[in-house]
């Protein structure tokens, strides 16, 4: 809501307006050894527990301005011991918002690796995750979903497994909902109630108009929708019918990044339907129709104005792009059966990938022939990557990045030899022949340079005005 982007901006100018904090951060980039930086790092510690022998001439301000260092030391590394403790845990339980937040930053970062937390702040999360005030609520959720232990998780599994069932809680309080529960799942799998809201998030997932809110619950049934199929009625139909929305409707504006709808959401879809069972056939043909479109637009280069304003995020375009594409082909891998359409996507989305291992920084072509790995694996693998065999073989013998090169034997080492009549797989020694002969017939490119981590990873011939910089240009 506007208001809550109000109070998040003001948050941001409030923390940039401490002069002592700013200064202190200020004095510890000028720093040039680690010597000096612990030096003065002591130095700071050493004026804060001064001050707290004080509480109570301390100001709100104050407390908030030395607890912001503590956090800032411990970021930095330097250990803190029990500094600040009970100035944070005041700021906790402060009625102000802008000292909450400080109070629970503090417990979020330096109390993460803390074996038990105090009865004191599980008391205070307690009380503020049922205050009813949306904010205050939602920080003691987010101190929740990071620091909870099985203590917390026991008292409060089942007033925030009640959040997602209420119609009337807003979107913003679900969302830290469904993050709490993945931290429960992953504490407890055993204590997770898959019965009491399995069906719940089987219809937020297929109709909620919020997609900030379905990215926030994908990523829980990820983990916990496979645990308990039954208990999740209908979850590969609605995956399917909200993939299938994403890759061929208009969505929100606000949902799409360098004109990539949800890309996100869109990755997050296609990992978790990898994870679930095989769908029907008409749920089938929905997902491979998706499937199309998606890798369709992933090779789709992006157009040179928007507006009438030149597009200049083309290295953001195309990453979000190769994500989406590399996650397909997982899910291609993933429906292994020998039937057309299955065949038809796999052949689809090997083509576009083969692209990817030209011109293309080591990142790129390692997701790339990955994902060709897991397509050389099914059933129908060989006989969709023969036709690229060749392209294999050239990338192998010019390249140079370890991991990319152990990636590329592996694909090749389930192919059959192309010099035999009869289906006999690659061996080591004849792949490192192809490649050594191939080497030798390619002439290096005299004057060439190389091709960076980050550079232009466009594809192959179809961006010959690509900028030299990997950055991109805002």
Same mark, same amino acid.
């Given at each position: 809501?506007?208001r809550?982007?109000?109070?998040?901006?003001s948050?941001?100018?409030?923390?940039?307006?401490?002069?002592?904090?700013r200064?202190?951060?200020?004095?510890?980039?000028?720093c040039?050894?680690?010597?000096?930086?612990?030096? $003065?790092?002591?130095?700071?510690?050493?004026?804060i527990?001064?001050?707290?022998?004080?509480?109570?001439?301390?100001?709100?301000?104050? !407390?908030?301005?030395?607890?912001?260092?503590?956090?800032?030391?411990?970021?930095?590394?330097?250990k803190?011991?029990?500094?600040?403790?009970?100035?944070?845990?005041?700021l906790?339980?402060?009625?102000?918002?802008?000292?909450?937040?400080?109070?629970?930053?503090?417990?979020?970062?330096?109390?993460?690796?803390t074996?038990d937390?105090?009865?004191?702040?599980?008391?205070?999360?307690?009380?503020?995750?049922q205050?009813g005030?949306?904010?205050?609520?939602?920080?003691?959720?987010?101190?929740?979903?990071?620091?909870?232990?099985?203590?917390?998780?026991?008292?409060?599994?089942s007033?925030?497994?009640?959040?997602?069932?209420?119609?009337?809680?807003s979107?913003?309080?679900?969302?830290?909902?469904?993050?709490?529960?993945?931290?429960?799942?992953r504490?407890?799998?055993?204590?997770?109630?898959?019965?009491?809201?399995?069906?719940?998030?089987?219809?937020?997932?297929?109709s909620?108009?919020?997609?900030?809110?379905?990215?926030?619950?994908?990523n829980?049934?990820?983990?916990s929708?496979?645990?308990?199929?039954?208990?999740?009625?209908?979850?590969?139909?609605?995956?399917?019918?909200?993939l299938?929305?994403?890759? %061929? %409707?208009?969505?929100?504006?606000?949902y799409?990044?360098?004109?990539v709808?949800?890309?996100?959401?869109?990755?997050?879809?296609?990992?978790?339907?990898?994870r679930?069972?095989?769908?029907?056939?008409?749920?089938?043909a929905?997902?491979?129709?998706?499937?199309?479109?998606?890798?369709?637009?992933?090779?789709?280069?992006?157009?040179?104005?928007?507006?009438?304003?030149p597009? $200049?995020?083309?290295?953001s375009?195309?990453h979000?792009?190769?994500?989406?594409?590399?996650?397909?082909?997982?899910?291609?891998?993933?429906?292994?059966?020998?039937?057309?359409?299955? !065949?038809?996507?796999?052949?689809?989305?090997?083509?576009?990938?083969?692209k990817?291992?030209?011109?293309?920084?080591?990142?790129?072509?390692?997701?790339?022939?990955?994902?060709?790995?897991?397509?050389?694996?099914? $059933?129908?693998?060989?006989?969709?990557?023969?036709?690229?065999?060749?392209?294999?073989?050239?990338?192998?013998?010019v390249?140079?990045?370890?991991?990319v090169?152990?990636?590329l034997?592996?694909?090749?080492?389930?192919?059959?030899?192309?010099a035999?009549?009869?289906?006999?797989?690659?061996?080591?020694?004849?792949?490192?022949?192809?490649?050594?002969?191939?080497?030798?017939?390619?002439?290096?490119?005299?004057?060439?340079?190389?091709?960076?981590e980050?550079?232009?990873?466009?594809?192959?011939?179809?961006?010959?005005d690509?900028?030299?910089?990997?950055?991109?240009?805002?």
């Amino acid at each position: 809501s506007r208001r809550r982007m109000a109070w998040e901006s003001s948050r941001v100018t409030a923390m940039s307006q401490m002069r002592g904090l700013r200064n202190f951060i200020y004095e510890i980039k000028k720093c040039k050894t680690p010597q000096e930086e612990t030096a $003065r790092v002591d130095h700071e510690l050493q004026k804060i527990r001064n001050a707290f022998e004080n509480p109570k001439k301390l100001s709100g301000y104050d !407390r908030k301005k030395y607890v912001n260092k503590l956090v800032m030391i411990y970021l930095l590394g330097h250990k803190i011991a029990a500094v600040g403790f009970s100035e944070a845990l005041n700021l906790a339980s402060s009625p102000k918002i802008a000292e909450k937040l400080t109070g629970y930053t503090y417990a979020s970062i330096v109390m993460l690796n803390t074996a038990d937390l105090s009865s004191s702040i599980i008391e205070c999360i307690r009380n503020d995750i049922q205050s009813g005030k949306e904010l205050i609520m939602s920080l003691a959720m987010n101190c929740l979903s990071t620091v909870a232990g099985r203590n917390l998780m026991t008292q409060l599994l089942s007033p925030i497994a009640n959040f997602v069932l209420l119609s009337e809680i807003s979107p913003l309080i679900k969302k830290k909902a469904f993050m709490c529960l993945l931290r429960f799942f992953r504490l407890a799998p055993e204590a997770f109630p898959h019965k009491l809201i399995g069906h719940e998030l089987s219809v937020i997932l297929e109709s909620s108009s919020d997609l900030g809110l379905v990215t926030s619950l994908v990523n829980l049934l990820r983990s916990s929708a496979p645990e308990s199929l039954p208990d999740y009625p209908n979850i590969v139909e609605a995956a399917a019918s909200r993939l299938h929305k994403l890759a %061929t %409707t208009t969505i929100d504006p606000c949902y799409v990044y360098h004109l990539v709808n949800a890309p996100w959401l869109t990755v997050s879809l296609l990992n978790l339907l990898q994870r679930l069972p095989m769908p029907e056939p008409g749920t089938l043909a929905s997902v491979q129709a998706s499937i199309r479109s998606l890798v369709e637009r992933s090779t789709r280069p992006p157009p040179e104005r928007v507006r009438d304003v030149p597009f $200049r995020n083309k290295l953001s375009y195309y990453h979000c792009s190769y994500a989406i594409l590399f996650q397909c082909a997982h899910l291609c891998a993933a429906y292994d059966n020998l039937s057309v359409s299955s !065949r038809e996507m796999q052949t689809l989305t090997a083509g576009a990938l083969i692209k990817l291992l030209k011109n293309n920084g080591p990142t790129t072509k390692w997701g790339a022939v990955n994902a060709l790995l897991a397509l050389a694996q099914t $059933r129908l693998g060989s006989e969709v990557l023969a036709p690229h065999q060749q392209q294999l073989i050239d990338c192998l013998a010019v390249e140079t990045n370890a991991v990319v090169i152990t990636e590329l034997r592996g694909v090749l080492e389930l192919l059959d030899d192309p010099a035999l009549e009869t289906p006999v797989t690659l061996t080591p020694a004849r792949i490192q022949e192809l490649a050594e002969s191939r080497r030798a017939e390619i002439a290096p490119a005299q004057g060439e340079e190389a091709v960076e981590e980050g550079d232009h990873d466009y594809f192959a011939g179809e961006h010959p005005d690509a900028p030299a910089s990997g950055s991109d240009e805002d």
